[in-house]
């Protein structure tokens, strides 16, 4: 089975634009969770969601938002960007809301 | 508040020595734990994962942890550490039915051969 995928792998960008990052999860899994990865505040929780429906949400701004497909996959947005945006996003899927999270390489941002 | 806390921000081992990676956790609920190692530039990849049962959680690549109730604890650990371990280790922990995963702040581990 494939693992999870997300592109683009690397992404440079500069303050102000937007960028759209995505997510296919293994297939058969309906959750997706995102996360952002900074040196310094470690693996901080975005959203998740199951269904197309969003399940929870982390303490992000309103720049940083998501969505998710009726295949699954997901995309997350986030506008109007800063240089702390710079990070890893990374995505993870499980079956459900409940089950073992797998993670995807990740989408490295930076912003210039 | 559900929190993870690995008090280690990096241990060092000699190769084929064991190892012991600590991790604690703070939930309201019955937890779900779990163990991920993440090498550079890569995502996390899944090690083990305790949801109910015997204590002791056998995982990948050798690695097992205990999960210990009273101590509110969930410690990594394997008998003989490989050089090819070195990388940064995060524990997490998910109360059943809450939606969201709690990570710890990662732990490097160093295997000198």
């Known amino acids: 089975k494939a693992g999870v995928t997300q592109t683009p792998r690397y992404l440079i960008k500069t303050r102000g634009q937007q960028v759209t990052l995505s997510c296919s999860p293994i297939?058969?899994?309906?959750?997706v969770s995102w996360y952002q990865q900074t040196p310094g505040q470690g693996l901080q929780f975005l959203f998740e969601?199951?269904?197309?429906?969003?399940?929870n949400k982390g303490n992000f701004p309103g720049r940083f938002s998501g969505r998710q497909f009726s295949n699954s996959r997901s995309e997350m947005n986030v506008s109007t960007l800063e240089l702390g945006d710079s990070a890893l996003y990374l995505c993870?899927?499980?079956?459900?809301?409940?089950?073992?999270?797998?993670f995807g390489p990740g989408t490295r941002l930076l912003v210039l | 508040a559900q929190s993870v806390a690995q008090p280690e921000d990096q241990v060092n081992v000699a190769e084929g020595n064991p190892l012991t990676v600590k991790c604690t956790y703070s939930?309201?609920?019955?937890?779900?734990l779990f163990w991920y190692v993440q090498y550079p530039n890569r995502g996390l990849q899944f090690l083990l994962k305790?949801?109910?049962?015997?204590?002791l959680v056998k995982g990948s690549y050798g690695f097992e942890a205990e999960f210990n109730k009273s101590q509110t604890s969930f410690h990594l650990k394997k008998p003989s550490a490989l050089v090819s371990d070195s990388a940064l280790y995060f524990c997490?922990?998910?109360?059943?039915?809450?939606?969201?995963?709690?990570f710890g702040s990662g732990t490097k581990l160093n295997v000198k051969p």
């Open positions: 993870a899927s499980s079956l459900s809301p409940d089950e073992t999270q797998y």
């Open positions: 297939s058969g899994h309906r959750s």
């Open positions: 969601y199951f269904s197309e429906t969003q399940r």
């Open positions: 939930v309201s609920g019955n937890p779900y």
């Open positions: 305790y949801i109910t049962g015997d204590n």
């Open positions: 997490a922990v998910r109360v059943y039915n809450f939606n969201k995963f709690y």
